[in-house]
């Protein structure tokens, strides 16, 4: 019974303390709403840039993730129509409908196109891109009907795939009358065929070769992969004139350099730092 009055003695404590008038309960509710709005947690933004890999072990192929990629582009490094070119591929991708999935830059080494790629993988968003590195050796194994079911997981998981491919000369390059490439046809797969369609690829992929129209490897790309509606952009990443070099070498040395030819990036880079070094 004492226990019966105590329990009793509570609950109309409890009622009491609850039957606050409603002029009161209007200022704290004022209150309550401003103590939330400043500790507010802001939904987190998904990262961007997570790189993966294709690795072969025992004969398997698997991904695995190499982290993140952060990447600051400076434009002044480059011509204006490369920048240009650039950052409409950045833009087209990541469209639910790209026009052509497939991008090349194309142009010596040490033009900067690394860089570049680089830039276009730290700006998309994890939560909607699975960005896989593939190894020059590996690109003709991405067909692999082995290999699909692994694919298939990141599109379970809501995710476009986009293969980057560096070095990608051997998948690019025109194809002779007697003999099929494998790069090329596990390129062109992925492009716009069933199971690019399925796994909604797009590709990214540079090569060391110049495809420009006044380059004597122009007419060596593979018109199969240059078709308009698969290629949406090749862009040539190709030495920079005199007068850019000047001002890339000046700004980095902080001094008024003048050249007298073209150089390419690493180059530039490379002289800045030795006169830095003096």
Same mark, same amino acid.
């Given at each position: ?106 142009? *010596? %080494?040490?033009? =900067?196109?690394?860089?570049?790629? /680089?830039?276009?993988?730290?700006? $998309? @968003?994890?939560? +909607? ?6 190894? *020059? %050796?590996?690109? =003709?194994?991405?067909?692999?009907? /082995?290999?699909?079911?692994?694919? $298939? @997981?990141?599109? +379970? ?23 099929? @490439? ?97």
């Amino acid at each position: 019974y004492q226990s019966f009055k105590i329990e009793a003695f509570i609950f109309s404590s409890e009622y009491e303390a609850l039957n606050i008038k409603n002029e009161h309960l209007g200022s704290f509710q004022h209150e309550i709403e401003d103590f939330h709005a400043k500790n507010a947690i802001e939904p987190k933004e998904a990262p961007k840039g997570e790189l993966q890999m294709i690795i072969q072990s025992h004969g398997q192929l698997s991904i695995r993730s190499i982290g993140i990629v952060e990447s600051n582009l400076v434009e002044s490094n480059y011509e204006k129509s490369v920048i240009e070119d650039h950052m409409k591929v950045v833009n087209e991708f990541q469209k639910v409908e790209p026009y052509g999935r497939l991008a090349v830059y194309d142009g *010596p %080494a040490g033009t =900067g196109k690394t860089n570049l790629i /680089e830039h276009f993988i730290s700006s $998309l @968003s994890s939560s +909607r891109f699975s960005i896989i590195q593939v190894p *020059p %050796a590996l690109i =003709g194994s991405l067909a692999n009907p /082995e290999f699909i079911p692994t694919l $298939l @997981s990141e599109v +379970r998981n809501k995710k476009s795939i986009v293969f980057v491919l560096e070095d990608a000369d051997d998948a690019l390059v025109k194809r002779s009358d007697d003999k099929k @490439s494998g790069p090329l046809s596990a390129l062109l797969n992925f492009c716009d065929g069933t199971i690019g369609k399925k796994l909604d690829t797009r590709i990214v992929a540079t090569t060391n070769l110049s495809f420009g129209e006044k380059s004597e490897f122009s007419h060596k790309i593979d018109p199969a992969a240059d078709r308009p509606g698969r290629m949406f952009k090749r862009i040539h990443v190709g030495p920079l004139n005199k007068y850019d070099a000047s001002k890339v070498i000046s700004r980095i040395s902080r001094q008024d350099i003048y050249v007298e030819e073209s150089m390419t990036l690493a180059e530039c880079y490379q002289k800045a730092y030795s006169i830095l070094q003096k």
